[in-house]
């Protein structure tokens, strides 16, 4: 057994009950949110705030629904963005409606969506990934596509997209890989015993996601979980100074180092 799983084995207990993951209610900043729909041109956003007032959840994005499948994509990705400023207490300035609003004008942006979600359809993951980051100066390195969406927010577009189409598919779907999950990552294998990195962020690389999306369904399917009920507990526990992860991952690694 792994070090990772025997961690994650130990703290099962303290694992929430799924319903509390996908119901938990993220604020929406409606005002901001308004500020980026006049900035993009963008009438989708206006109309998921009058759906969504004050607040959204994960069920709220999972079971979007319209007759036109482009709306129905699109209105995914704005809620993912709008979740995700949510769940990260992102404090709001010009850079961050300037970000937002020219990802939603970017050019052929639902083609992406919908290439992404066909990528997803046939379990293509690391595909449906590199449709947001582009090739750097070495092939071997990928960069960010659209300025100010990182990987910690395209994956919760990938994440959605993909809960979203399948509903309650078995499929192996994304997950979200943000700062937080990193840092418990991190945790986990015992490097941060050893060293503290500067930032903890994903870096963007469609083989190492694929990777962490493979590996986080296995350890679901060995703790009998949902693979999104383990991601939850990583991000809210690299959040609290006294940790019971931190806890059990010292524990587990303290004796490997001097």
């Known amino acids: 057994m792994s070090i990772p799983l025997t961690i994650l084995t130990a703290v099962k207990p303290y694992f929430p009950e799924r319903g509390l993951v996908l119901d938990y ?16 041109g963008d009438l989708e956003v206006a109309k998921v705030l009058d759906s ?12 979007l629904r319209h007759e036109d499948s482009g709306v129905r994509r699109r209105r995914v990705a704005i809620t993912s963005l709008m979740w995700g400023y949510g769940i990260t207490g992102a404090r709001w300035k010009e850079r961050w409606v300037s970000a937002v609003s020219g990802f939603l004008r970017s050019s052929g942006l639902n083609d992406v969506l919908a290439c992404c979600e066909e ?4 379990g ?11 090739a750097g100066e070495d092939a071997r390195i990928e960069v960010e596509k659209y ?13 959605f ?9 078995s499929a192996r779907y994304p997950l979200i890989l943000d700062t937080r999950v990193s840092m418990a990552l991190s945790w986990m294998t015992g ?27 296995a350890w679901a399917g060995e703790l009998d979980v949902a ?18 992860l931190w806890a059990e991952c010292e524990k587990q690694h303290g004796g490997d180092f001097p």
């Open 52 to 63: 969504f007032p004050g607040k959204i959840t994960r069920n709220d994005i999972v079971g």
């Open 227 to 244: 693979a999104e009920v383990i991601e939850y507990y990583l991000w809210a526990e690299a959040r609290e100074s006294a940790s019971q």
């Open 161 to 169: 997209l993909a809960r979203n189409a399948q509903q309650d598919s």
């Open 119 to 122: 990528h997803l359809g046939r």
């Open 191 to 217: 490097y941060r015993l050893l060293a503290r990195p500067a930032s903890y962020r994903p870096r963007p690389d469609s083989g190492a996601y694929a990777r962490y999306v493979e590996r986080m369904h």
């Open 147 to 159: 300025y100010g969406i990182g990987a910690a927010f395209f994956t919760k577009i990938l994440y």
């Open 124 to 134: 293509e993951v690391a595909e449906a990934y590199k449709l947001f980051t582009n």
């Open 25 to 40: 209610p993220v604020p929406i900043n409606g005002t901001e949110w308004e500020r980026v729909g006049e900035r993009a």
